[in-house]
T-cell receptor, first 115, second 114 residues
Framework: AQTVTQSQPEMSVQEAETVTLSCTYDTSESNYYLFWYKQPPSRQMILVIRQEAYKQQNATENRFSVNFQKAAKSFSLKISDSQLGDTAMYFCAFMKPTFDEKLTFGTGTRLTIIP | NAGVTQTPKFQVLKTGQSMTLQCAQDMNHEYMSWYRQDPGMGLRLIHYSVGAGITDQGEVPNGYNVSRSTTEDFPLRLLSAAPSQTSVYFC?????????????FGDGTRLSIL
């Protein structure tokens, strides 16, 4: 079974600074997908960024980028020029392309952006 | 375009009561799923469906039933609520055509069982 570990329960950073959230996972699969979801206080689950394991190039979405290290099974999220609206819980998730398409989530990192 | 709509947003039940959490999507997504979110844990898959008439169990199915009579709707039923089912429940949907397509989540239902 796959497991996803987020070792930082809470983080805080000053507005406009850069912050990196860590995620490691355990799998024997070679083909899979990784995601970062954001959950603000409104409780919505919002997709931030996704990465296909067969792609070596790290995904980027505006201020959000990932550092995907397949051999190390590491998938960190970097937020540049952090904004107050980035305050949220961030969940790392793993999915292998099987019939149930189950997302396996980490326990989350609570990120606070300080004005 | 409403996306994924969950009702109700909040509910309090007594142990032994039954209820149905509603989930509807207007994006013509074939795949739908239910997750529960508990403190200190990530979301866990309860049941899923890959199309109308097809459902299957996820990671934590005990105590829950589902059905999928239409593409749009995927209700989750608690037949006899237990305090262990106190949680936040999320419904999600996505297109089947490629696994890297994101799952769209509803806003969640916070359920408390007394």
């Amino acid at each position: 079974a796959q497991t996803v570990t987020q070792s930082q329960p809470e983080m805080s950073v000053q507005e406009a600074e850069t912050v990196t959230l860590s995620c490691t996972y355990d799998t024997s699969e070679s083909n899979y997908y990784l995601f970062w979801y954001k959950q603000p206080p409104s409780r919505q689950m919002i997709l931030v960024i996704r990465q296909e394991a067969y792609k070596q190039q790290n995904a980027t979405e505006n201020r959000f980028s990932v550092n995907f290290q397949k051999a190390a099974k590491s998938f960190s999220l970097k937020i540049s020029d952090s904004q107050l609206g980035d305050t949220a819980m961030y969940f790392c998730a793993f999915m292998k392309p099987t019939f149930d398409e189950k997302l396996t989530f980490g326990t989350g990192t609570r990120l606070t952006i300080i004005p | 375009n409403a996306g994924v709509t969950q009702t109700p947003k909040f509910q309090v039940l007594k142990t032994g009561q039954s209820m149905t959490l509603q989930c509807a999507q207007d994006m013509n997504h074939e795949y739908m799923s239910w997750y529960r979110q508990d403190p200190g844990m990530g979301l866990r898959l309860i049941h899923y469906s890959v199309g109308a008439g097809i459902t299957d169990q996820g990671e934590v199915p005990n105590g829950y039933n589902v059905s999928r009579s239409t593409t749009e709707d995927f209700p989750l039923r608690l037949l006899s609520a237990a305090p262990s089912q106190t949680s936040v429940y999320f419904c999600a949907s996505r297109l089947n055509d490629a696994p890297n397509q994101p799952q769209h989540f509803g806003d969640g239902t916070r359920l408390s069982i007394l």
